[in-house]
């Protein structure tokens, strides 16, 4: 099974977020724009697990939320990756650095390569992904705009199921842990 942790958005964050990809979609057109319901901030995606390592997977998400302190993040920036002036895919992140994100980040990598995962490749960016583009796009006009997001409450950890349909990806939670235990 395809699996990712998470940290999960308040309803609140997660509608602030549907319009401004609304006001996006208008400026920007076609794309793969993600449902609302999706929106989250990845912390370690892992691919395709064997359903045998799940319960391990399962004691590192409790492990890593009982670490971590509750912590809040503003998303304020529009961002695209590979890069603003041709970007494959538009998101929303905080305009300066998260030390919490980071380390919880680096916990969760930590617990992950001891079980015998492959290091991640890309640094760990706080980001919620609002499109994704066949055609790279010119985002360099929006990475600008000032943003009107409610401040996210980071207080828990997610592990999810990713199975990738015609219609968009669907998400199941598989367990979710409150930080501080």
Not at 7 to 35: D, F, P, T
Not at 64 to 90: D, E, M, W, Y
Request: aromatic fraction near 8%; hydrophobic fraction near 40%.
């Amino acid at each position: 099974m395809r699996l990712f942790f998470c940290v999960e958005l308040e309803e609140e964050v997660r509608q602030a977020l549907a319009e401004v990809a609304k006001r996006c979609r208008g400026a920007l057109g076609n794309g793969s724009w993600v449902s609302p319901e999706n929106y989250h901030l990845t912390v370690r995606f892992l691919g395709e697990v064997p359903e045998e390592r799940v319960k391990e997977l399962l004691d590192v998400g409790e492990e890593t939320a009982r670490a971590t302190a509750p912590f809040s993040l503003v998303l304020a920036v529009l961002g695209g990756f590979p890069q603003p002036k041709a970007a494959r895919v538009l998101w929303v992140g905080p305009r300066k650095e998260s030390v919490e994100f980071q380390g919880l980040c680096r916990r969760l990598e930590m617990a992950v390569q001891a079980l015998g995962f492959p290091p991640e490749k890309k640094e760990a960016l706080p980001h919620v992904t609002l499109a994704r583009f066949k055609t790279p796009k010119d985002l360099r006009s929006l990475v600008h705009t000032e943003l009107a997001i409610p401040e996210a409450q980071v207080k828990s950890l997610t592990l999810m199921r990713s199975e990738l349909r015609p219609e968009g990806a669907k998400y199941t939670p598989l367990a979710r842990w409150e930080f501080g235990g």
